[in-house]
T-cell receptor
Framework: DARVTQTPRHKVTEMGQEVTMRCQPILGHNTVFWYRQTMMQGLELLAYFRNRAPLDDSGMPKDRFSAEMPDATLATLKIQPSEPRDSAVYFC??????????????FGQGTRLTVV | AQSVTQPDIHITVSEGASLELRCNYSYGATPYLFWYVQSPGQGLQLLLKYFSGDTLVQGIKGFEAEFKRSQSSFNLRKPSVHWSDAAEYFCAVADEGVKAAGNKLTFGGGTRVLVKP
């Protein structure tokens, strides 16, 4: 049963600490998305990758957030230093996009981050 | 830029009654449209999608949606709601994959559905 796996599921950290969230996309998918969900803002796209290359990270605060894909099986989202306003659920999703057309994005279960 | 509006933040419906969730999108070309459902503490699960062809699409769990280009709408319906349908529902739009930076999924604000016994 192919699924997107995110770790950790929950993370509580103190303000100023570094946080790293990991995502294993579905094997064979070439597109990975990072979304943040909060009550106030809903689902916000932070960044997305195609064939491991970043296509758009305009939704990310550049000074503290970074997203990478070290290889095709791992995507990471890092916050350094973390702040209380970063508290949210972070979702990773993956999909297979061909040269023309689109397929749906499959979501992981999310990482619930609390920064105190 | 593409955008999605879900006008109803909350909807309460009695079990067994019909349900319709509204979704309006703003996009210049033919969009790819999706409905996702999120149960508490869970990720988003795809209910159905529209890419082209028949404007009435069937999804999982007895849901269907109709694409109406003239109204820029993609409303979700279910004839008879079950208590397990209580969740939050998100409409989303993506553009075509011809551009290198295409295929961003843009979500609406969501509609929370409460089901009364």
């Amino acid at each position: 049963d192919a699924r997107v796996t995110q770790t950790p599921r929950h993370k509580v950290t103190e303000m100023g600490q570094e946080v790293t969230m990991r995502c294993q996309p579905i094997l064979g998918h070439n597109t990975v998305f990072w979304y943040r969900q909060t009550m106030m803002q809903g689902l916000e796209l932070l960044a997305y990758f195609r064939n491991r290359a970043p296509l758009d990270d305009s939704g990310m605060p550049k000074d503290r957030f970074s997203a990478e894909m070290p290889d095709a099986t791992l995507a990471t989202l890092k916050i350094q230093p973390s702040e209380p306003r970063d508290s949210a659920v972070y979702f990773c999703a993956s999909g297979l996009v061909r040269s023309r057309g689109h397929t749906e994005a499959f979501f992981g279960q999310g990482t619930r981050l609390t920064v105190v | 830029a593409q955008s999605v509006t879900q006008p109803d933040i909350h909807i309460t419906v009695s079990e067994g009654a019909s349900l319709e969730l509204r979704c309006n999108y703003s996009y210049g070309a033919t969009p790819y449209l999706f409905w996702y459902v999120q149960s508490p503490g869970q990720g988003l699960q795809l209910l159905l999608k529209y890419f082209s062809g028949d404007t009435l699409v069937q999804g999982i769990k007895g849901f269907e949606a109709e694409f109406k280009r003239s109204q820029s709408s993609f409303n979700l319906r279910k004839p008879s709601v079950h208590w397990s349908d209580a969740a939050e529902y998100f409409c989303a739009v993506a553009d075509e994959g011809v551009k290198a930076a295409g295929n961003k999924l843009t979500f609406g604000g969501g509609t929370r559905v409460l089901v009364k016994p």
